[in-house]
């Protein structure tokens, strides 16, 4: 023990630590004080978590990874807005507008880890690797055949893998596979994914995340689906740029076009040149309507005009330096956007946000030398500035999505914000029907709803069974789960929420986390005692066995409430290993909620049926008097 004591920090936080599995780091941490400050740190539940399941990268949460990993396999998928073509995917037949955040079916026995928009439908990953889709993929294909399940999307024949990222845009959606293979689907759910070749790009396959794979030249690290066009970033080659969507073939081969400068990685390459040192390594980016907006490691912002075949080659990357955090701040380090809207954001809490008309303004000053490319104080005209909203300013803000005219705001502590305009009053800002909406904050402008302010969205569970109004806005003031992921696309809206059902999420002391350790696994090798001090116990010698971590069995003790998660199984009874029993309300124990299920789905199959009878007699009549 004092051996590992003499160690620096940093070799333990690195070196040690990420080698241990859930239950051998909280025995470690148990063994003296000097451990016991290692028991949230941040980085390693990170790490767990990101490796165990296929959660997608989140920069800027800082907080809340012990309990994001303990809490996953909870995780339920809310949809609000336009439920045109059954895209919301709720357990019953909606009216067209659904004004406040409802459960939507999920698959059984999985757990959902991202979720993403298109134009049309609502489509989630689940950590077995696979991709369900609500909705239709693009607005003249077909709906989904089973209405109230979601749909699968299929690999194409002779492939077959594992989804490690998905990416929506307006009429396609786009899949990055465990071996590093771009797949796309398009057309409608029901045929199959294509998988996606560069012509003139030598790109290889490995293992996202591996050792091997990570620096390797040709390697591809992230894919985006812009509205109108696809983005892959290929390790060493940059940012490249494709038009093309398949129409049922098994592979599709694009010429595709790179962004100049967008080369440079910090390991070095064959590709490197003065232009791509300059612009810096690609850190995340974009895809919009016809532009393109990326971010480098060192804070830079840079935009494409993305307009068509020809747009990228030979054209430099703009600029945007009002962008950039100041000089007293941290650099940007993440961004986040779709059709018209983008946002950048750094660890600080600053949130800038831009817009199509900006971007490709700003670009075509810089080309045609209308305005410099820089005033002598570092600063572009004015009317390149950001839009800066005072009430997202240091509000520790992790993600913005945006739909056609709305937009969504992820905080850390896991609320919902909304605002801008409601089309039609569908419902995607989830601000409730228009009476509760107004007294929100909203504001009708000509059958539309405008909110000016970011508000909070209340996830109010019971509303379904309220007929007055009144009622819904007081108990919809009560506060419910802990959500870590948004989207919005379209008319519609959505959001991952852990299990609402237990309440506000809480943070548990290692004694409690520790004090439901599973029965089978023998009791832990240490006790609890008053004021929260760990105190050393038997040995773990006179221990039963604990098994080893696998990735089936990521971590086989039991938190504080709920359980600990299993990639691709739901909490349940058997997973508990000891007294612990779900509650009532439970959505996958409790019977009443599976009986009420049920009730919906017989009263949606007896309504198509008399749909059905009403028009074919119909049509008996009209052949009659024909």
Same mark, same amino acid.
């Given at each position: 023990?004092?051996?590992?004591?003499?160690?620096?920090?940093?070799?333990?936080?690195?070196?040690?630590?990420?080698?241990?599995?859930?239950?051998?780091?909280?025995?470690?941490?148990?063994?003296?004080?000097?451990?016991?400050?290692?028991?949230?740190?941040?980085?390693? !539940?990170?790490?767990?978590?990101?490796?165990?399941?296929?959660?997608?990268?989140?920069?800027?949460?800082?907080?809340?990874?012990?309990?994001?990993?303990?809490?996953?396999?909870?995780?339920?998928?809310?949809? !609000?807005?336009?439920?045109?073509?059954?895209?919301?995917?709720?357990?019953?037949?909606?009216?067209? /507008?659904?004004?406040?955040?409802?459960?939507?079916?999920?698959?059984?026995?999985?757990?959902?880890?991202?979720?993403?928009?298109?134009?049309?439908?609502?489509?989630?990953?689940?950590?077995?690797?696979?991709?369900?889709?609500?909705?239709?993929?693009?607005?003249?294909?077909?709906?989904?055949?089973?209405?109230?399940?979601?749909?699968?999307?299929?690999?194409?024949?002779?492939?077959?893998?594992?989804?490690?990222?998905?990416?929506?845009?307006?009429?396609?959606?786009?899949?990055?596979?465990?071996?590093?293979?771009?797949?796309?689907?398009?057309?409608? %759910?029901?045929?199959?994914?294509?998988?996606?070749?560069?012509?003139?790009?030598?790109?290889?396959?490995?293992?996202?995340?591996?050792? /091997?794979?990570?620096?390797?030249?040709?390697?591809?690290?992230?894919?985006?689906?812009?509205?109108?066009?696809?983005?892959?970033?290929?390790?060493?080659?940059?940012? %490249?740029?494709?038009?093309?969507?398949?129409?049922?073939?098994?592979?599709?081969?694009?010429?595709?076009?790179?962004?100049?400068?967008?080369?440079?990685?910090?390991?070095?390459?064959?590709?490197?040149?003065?232009?791509?040192?300059?612009?810096?390594?690609?850190?995340?980016?974009?895809?919009?309507?016809?532009?393109?907006?990326?971010?480098?490691?060192?804070?830079? %912002?840079?935009?494409?005009?993305?307009?068509?075949?020809?747009?990228? /080659?030979?054209?430099? *990357?703009?600029?945007?330096?009002?962008?950039?955090?100041?000089?007293?701040?941290?650099?940007?380090?993440?961004?986040?956007?779709?059709?018209?809207?983008?946002?950048?954001?750094?660890?600080?809490?600053?949130?800038?946000?831009?817009?199509?008309?900006?971007?490709?303004?700003?670009?075509?000053?810089?080309?045609?030398?209308?305005?410099?490319?820089?005033?002598?104080?570092?600063?572009?005209?004015?009317?390149?500035?950001?839009?800066?909203?005072?009430?997202?300013?240091?509000?520790?803000?992790?993600?913005?999505?945006?739909?056609?005219?709305?937009?969504?705001?992820?905080?850390?502590?896991?609320?919902?914000?909304?605002?801008?305009?409601?089309?039609?009053?569908?419902?995607?800002?989830?601000?409730?029907?228009?009476?509760?909406?107004?007294?929100?904050?909203?504001?009708?402008?000509?059958?539309?709803?405008?909110?000016?302010?970011?508000?909070?969205?209340?996830?109010?569970?019971?509303?379904?069974?309220?007929?007055?109004?009144?009622?819904?806005?007081?108990?919809?003031?009560?506060?419910?789960?802990?959500?870590?992921?948004?989207?919005?696309?379209?008319?519609?809206?959505?959001?991952?929420?852990?299990?609402?059902?237990?309440?506000?999420?809480?943070?548990?002391?290692?004694?409690?986390?520790?004090?439901?350790?599973?029965?089978?696994?023998?009791?832990?090798?240490?006790?609890?005692?008053?004021?929260?001090?760990?105190?050393?116990?038997?040995?773990?010698?006179?221990?039963?066995?604990?098994?080893?971590?696998? *990735?089936?069995?990521?971590?086989?003790?039991?938190?504080?409430?709920?359980?600990? *998660?299993?990639?691709?199984?739901?909490?349940?009874?058997?997973?508990?290993?000891?007294?612990?029993?779900?509650? *009532?309300?439970?959505?996958?124990?409790?019977?009443?909620?599976?009986?009420?299920?049920?009730?919906?789905?017989?009263?949606?199959?007896?309504?198509?049926?008399?749909?059905?009878?009403?028009?074919?007699?119909?049509?008996?009549?009209?052949?009659?008097?024909?």
């Amino acid at each position: 023990m004092a051996a590992i004591l003499s160690l620096s920090s940093d070799i333990i936080l690195q070196s040690i630590l990420p080698l241990l599995s859930p239950v051998d780091f909280l025995s470690l941490c148990s063994a003296c004080r000097a451990f016991h400050s290692f028991t949230n740190d941040q980085v390693y !539940w990170r790490k767990l978590t990101t490796s165990t399941f296929r959660l997608p990268s989140q920069p800027l949460r800082e907080e809340g990874w012990k309990e994001l990993y303990k809490n996953l396999a909870t995780a339920k998928v809310f949809t !609000w807005g336009s439920n045109q073509g059954d895209r919301l995917g709720h357990s019953y037949r909606q009216r067209y /507008t659904v004004p406040i955040p409802q459960e939507a079916i999920t698959p059984d026995g999985e757990v959902i880890v991202d979720i993403v928009s298109g134009g049309w439908s609502i489509t989630f990953l689940t950590a077995s690797g696979r991709v369900y889709t609500h909705g239709q993929i693009s607005e003249y294909s077909f709906a989904n055949a089973a209405h109230l399940r979601p749909s699968m999307l299929q690999f194409p024949p002779n492939y077959e893998s594992k989804i490690a990222q998905v990416s929506s845009g307006r009429s396609h959606i786009l899949g990055l596979s465990d071996d590093g293979v771009i797949l796309e689907w398009a057309q409608n %759910v029901l045929q199959s994914g294509t998988v996606i070749k560069f012509a003139q790009i030598e790109t290889k396959s490995y293992p996202l995340g591996s050792n /091997t794979g990570g620096g390797v030249h040709g390697t591809i690290k992230k894919v985006v689906a812009g509205w109108d066009h696809s983005v892959a970033l290929v390790n060493g080659v940059g940012l %490249v740029v494709w038009w093309e969507t398949p129409n049922g073939q098994t592979t599709m081969e694009t010429d595709g076009e790179v962004v100049l400068g967008t080369s440079y990685t910090e390991q070095g390459g064959t590709d490197q040149d003065e232009l791509s040192e300059e612009v810096g390594e690609v850190l995340d980016f974009m895809a919009g309507a016809s532009f393109l907006v990326f971010l480098t490691t060192s804070g830079k %912002v840079f935009a494409m005009d993305t307009r068509g075949p020809g747009s990228v /080659t030979e054209t430099y *990357p703009t600029q945007l330096f009002n962008f950039s955090a100041p000089a007293d701040e941290r650099p940007m380090s993440y961004i986040s956007g779709s059709f018209n809207k983008f946002a950048v954001f750094n660890n600080d809490g600053l949130v800038y946000i831009g817009t199509k008309e900006l971007v490709l303004d700003a670009i075509q000053k810089s080309r045609d030398g209308s305005a410099p490319q820089i005033r002598p104080d570092g600063v572009l005209a004015d009317k390149f500035q950001p839009k800066i909203m005072p009430s997202l300013q240091k509000r520790n803000i992790v993600k913005i999505a945006f739909g056609d005219y709305h937009s969504l705001a992820l905080t850390s502590d896991g609320k919902v914000l909304s605002w801008g305009t409601e089309s039609r009053a569908c419902g995607c800002l989830g601000q409730g029907p228009r009476e509760i909406a107004i007294e929100r904050g909203a504001r009708n402008d000509y059958g539309d709803l405008v909110l000016d302010e970011p508000t909070e969205v209340k996830f109010d569970l019971e509303w379904e069974n309220m007929t007055d109004l009144k009622a819904y806005s007081k108990s919809a003031a009560d506060e419910k789960g802990f959500v870590f992921n948004i989207t919005a696309a379209g008319w519609h809206s959505g959001a991952l929420m852990l299990d609402p059902s237990r309440g506000r999420h809480k943070k548990p002391q290692l004694k409690n986390l520790m004090a439901t350790f599973p029965q089978h696994l023998g009791q832990p090798p240490f006790e609890a005692s008053h004021g929260g001090r760990l105190h050393s116990g038997e040995s773990s010698g006179s221990r039963t066995t604990r098994p080893d971590f696998t *990735p089936d069995n990521p971590s086989p003790f039991i938190a504080h409430e709920p359980p600990m *998660p299993t990639p691709g199984a739901r909490p349940g009874p058997a997973m508990t290993g000891g007294p612990l029993q779900l509650g *009532p309300n439970d959505r996958l124990s409790s019977a009443s909620q599976e009986a009420r299920r049920q009730a919906r789905l017989a009263a949606a199959r007896q309504e198509d049926e008399e749909e059905t009878r009403a028009r074919n007699q119909s049509n008996r009549n009209s052949c009659t008097t024909s």
